[in-house]
């Protein structure tokens, strides 16, 4: 939501937008074992919600995505994808976008355009948290990372949303695994193991977990890490560049 | 794009609909290891396209996809799914949708609801085509079954979503399996390998097929088929219920 309001709250018709469609952006941030996802707070209301935006007449529908992953973490590039389309009526609830409006002094007219019923497409995407630099918006006074265990109660269906990014994220991750470009460096079974204990949020059993990764044929070795016990080096892997 | 203009080229504003916002349904269809898909052919345009609609204020958009469902084949109870939006800004085309209301004798407005700029949500089905009533709408003369292989070419980038549906359909065909509910009777272990092999368009071995789906845990074998020569009577198999 966080750029959904700004230079538009005098535009009671929406124009330059295509009507009735939001995005919303479950940007999933991992680091260290710890998986976190970015959330808004917006000012003086105590209301959570995820970035999000509307598309300009004049982009895709998955440039504007881009443009809110860019614009609340510095980053580009990053593996982004939609997941589901959000479009049921019942999601319809004016309440909490009035009070955002109030706090700014803003009354809309019943026919603003931010009160009609909007479909929201869904993205997700997971990043390197240490490398986003989390940016509040003009009506947001934070952005920050939250862990998942953790989680603030979010207007709308801004939490069932993420449960549903989250089923994403985990069904199929090693077809994924490549895309999301987390590892870039070389990189030990162990630290892959972790990433993907962290993301399912279960352990794994090392010797099952090396056999099916290797069994994929997206690695390769690469060389003894060194780390002066020399008969407990892990080997390193990278992933194979052209598959 | 079906129901997409009846009752409504009166209605130069599209009241009733949820602006700018569209579904396009990829119903595929198989039977005795053939492929098709549905498609409407509008009247004296040539144009072929989806079976698609618009979403009513009052529904939810997944809502209406069942509706057009409903509307193209009479069918309910079907797996149907979002599997993405259709949101670039160069699918913007208004000529398919002039020519379709000039053979009706109308001209539109060039404010008219219907040639601003659609964001499609598409969806995807597979049903047994011999259960499906192919049934085209009041402005489409033909609604018919066209084998993948041999597809005209449709109107506006219906032929991106179709490709882009059967891959959908063709990953991960093992979790969808049973939510298709093709196979609802015992079946034998070819009858399975042929679904595979007409879905994935390519020859699987026999051996390494039945070790993989019986790997799945999700089928049990019911009895010995009777075909008379007994000692070559394949086993029956069928979806465990409660997985």
Not at 125 to 140: C, E, H, Q, Y
């Amino acid at each position: 939501m966080s750029n959904k309001f700004r230079n538009q709250e005098a535009n009671a018709h929406g124009h330059g937008y295509l009507p009735g469609l939001a995005i919303d952006a479950v940007i999933f941030g991992f680091h260290d074992n710890q998986l976190k996802v970015l959330l808004l707070t917006y000012k003086n209301t105590g209301l959570f919600a995820l970035p999000g935006g509307f598309v300009h007449d004049t982009e895709d529908v998955n440039e504007a995505a881009r443009r809110v992953l860019f614009d609340r973490t510095g980053l580009t590039n990053i593996f982004l994808d939609q997941f589901y389309v959000f479009g049921d009526k019942s999601r319809h609830d004016t309440a909490p976008l009035k009070a955002i409006m109030a706090v700014r002094g803003v009354t809309p007219p019943d026919d603003h355009w931010l009160l009609k019923r909007f479909v929201s497409v869904g993205y997700y995407a997971l990043v390197d948290f240490t490398k986003a630099i989390p940016t509040p918006d003009s009506i947001s006074d934070s952005c920050d990372w939250f862990g998942l265990d953790n989680l603030p109660e979010l207007m709308q269906d801004h939490n069932l949303i993420i449960k549903k990014a989250l089923e994403t994220l985990q069904a199929n991750l090693d077809q994924k695994l490549i895309g999301f470009n987390l590892l870039t460096d070389d990189f030990t079974m162990g630290d892959l193991q972790s990433l993907y204990e962290t993301i399912l949020n279960k352990k794994l059993i090392r010797a099952a977990f090396q056999r099916k990764i290797l069994g994929l044929g997206i690695l390769e070795r690469t060389a003894k890490k060194w780390t002066g016990g020399a008969h407990k080096a892990p080997y390193l892997y990278r992933f194979i560049s052209e598959k």
